[in-house]
Each structure stands twice: as C-alpha cells, then as structure tokens.
C-alpha cells in the first residue's frame, strides 16, 4: 500500500484522465504525480530520455542499485 495518497484512474480529474489515456495503465509513479497534473506532464516528457543512450545492462543495474542505496525494496 502507498504510503502516499495517489490518484486512481476513476477518481481522477479530467485533465488527468486525458494524461493517463495517452501514457496507457499508469503505473504507481503516475498516480502519486498526478496529485500536480504539471509534474506527471513534465515526469513523462523527462523520463523516456533518462537514459537513452545507455547500454540497456547498465541502465538496468544503474536503476537497481540506485534502489538499493535507497532501500527501496519495490
């Protein structure tokens, strides 16, 4: 359970509806930013290129280890 309040797709505004159509299921990232529809807007414009260029091994472990330093176990 989020230990933060997040926005479920039928309980979400309609500007956030429309986000949500255009990234697909959203995941528990886009529901907790879509609390400020102007950070989801600018997180899913900035996400796709974090990493772009990286060998797709090492972007995978860069992200796994940052979650360990993190301890973040999801």
Known sequence: M?????????????E????????????????????????LKGFIGFYPTVGKNLDKRLYELI???TSMINGCNY
């Open 2 to 14: 989020a230990r933060i309040n997040v926005v479920e797709p039928q309980n979400a505004n309609p």
């Open 63 to 65: 992200y796994i280890r």
């Open 16 to 39: 956030v509806k429309e986000i949500y159509a255009k990234i697909g299921s959203p995941i528990n990232v886009h529901k907790a930013l879509a609390l400020r529809p102007e950070i």
